[in-house]
């Protein structure tokens, strides 16, 4: 039985405890709020991000977070992308050499544009650290509904060991050494769902959801690719099913975010309305700064920016898309792609 520490309380934190426990773990489960392990000790249940799936009797709620942390196989980070450096640093005398840690966040850090593992290596340096992404929300992986699911780590051992880990007959876990591709392609696919949910929010159909997915996987991978992720990365789970499934549900907190701005609202006041961490905000910001670093074209990426930071109404940012500069659509991406990338296992 592995001993696993869940370090954030929210909607996911809580769905991968289930299934975790499910899966014959021990789960603790760890919050910084006192009031939501307060809830979860006495109802057994996320009221305000997971309502409807119960957790079970013998797992463990705490708000110290050495009980969370110390003797634990494996640690799970699935606090908010703008918390993770923070909880880093204070877990991070708690850990020894080696210690397993799971990011299970999605985001690029505003500041310095890392991800969040290596934000997590930077606090934590001796730690073995992977990551879990792929199309799965949180309301569905609570109810034991079929979802797949990517691991990376750069030690195959650690990433077969965390397969073992988390996958069951609903959890199928694929494993994967490009665990930078993974994360861009987590992040900035919250970016494009903004975009997305703009355009619901504008009243546009299918045809306009349609064109953002497939060109905002042109963005990604290009700017992935610049920066040392593998082609097949972003036209698999992490990229292009992350995406598929983050724009078209009204589980998307970033889709919903996006409809409310579509339909006059400000960032601050859609969420508000959402009352979770809007993930694209944080990212949309870093993933142009990336862009702009490796000199790579993003328009979808640059308009959201313009509607979130400089004001600009979402029927101009799609007007603008739509008369750029006529283009061939696809670029031979192995001109970006260098043959000698090493593929570590």
């Not at 996006?258 to 508000?272: P, Q, R, T, Y």
């Amino acid at each position: 039985m592995a001993k696993v520490g869940m370090i954030g309380a929210g909607g996911w934190g809580c769905a991968l405890a289930w299934l975790l426990h499910n899966n014959g773990s021990q789960v603790t489960v760890w919050s910084a709020l006192e009031d939501e392990i307060r809830m979860l000790q006495e109802c057994r249940e996320q009221k305000d991000k997971l309502p409807g799936v119960i957790l079970p009797g013998d797992m463990v709620f705490t708000a110290d977070l050495g009980q969370a942390v110390e003797g634990k196989d494996v640690l799970v980070v699935a606090v908010p992308s703008p918390f993770v450096r923070s909880t880093a640093a204070r877990i991070a005398p708690l850990v020894g050499e080696g210690q397993k840690i799971v990011n299970v966040a999605k985001g690029i850090e505003e500041t310095t544009l890392m991800t969040l593992s290596q934000v997590i290596l930077q606090e934590i340096p001796g730690a073995d650290v992977a990551v879990l992404s792929g199309p799965s929300h949180a309301e569905e992986v609570g109810k034991g509904i079929p979802t797949t699911i990517v691991v990376g780590s750069g030690n195959k051992e650690t990433a077969e060991y965390l397969r073992s880990l988390f996958m069951s007959q609903v959890f199928r876990v694929y494993i994967s050494s490009d665990v930078e591709g993974i994360e861009l392609g987590a992040a900035l696919k919250n970016v494009v769902a903004l975009a997305a949910g703009m355009a619901d929010g504008l009243g546009y159909g299918d045809n306009t959801k349609a064109a953002l997915i497939t060109r905002g996987i042109a963005e990604i991978a290009r700017l992935g690719i610049s920066m040392g992720g593998r082609i097949e990365t972003f036209y698999g789970l992490t990229g292009i099913g992350d995406l598929i499934v983050t724009c078209a549900s009204m589980h998307s907190r970033n889709r919903r975010a996006g409809i409310l701005i579509g339909k006059g609202a400000s960032m601050d006041e859609a969420m508000k309305e959402v009352k979770m961490v809007v993930e694209g905000v944080y990212s949309a910001k870093a993933g142009y700064a990336l862009a702009q670093k490796y000199g790579v074209n993003v328009p979808i990426i640059e308009q959201v920016n313009k509607i979130l930071f400089e004001g600009k109404p979402a029927a101009d940012a799609v007007s603008e898309l739509m008369l750029r500069d006529k283009k061939v659509e696809n670029i031979d991406l192995r001109q970006l792609y260098q043959n000698s990338v090493e593929i570590p296992w």
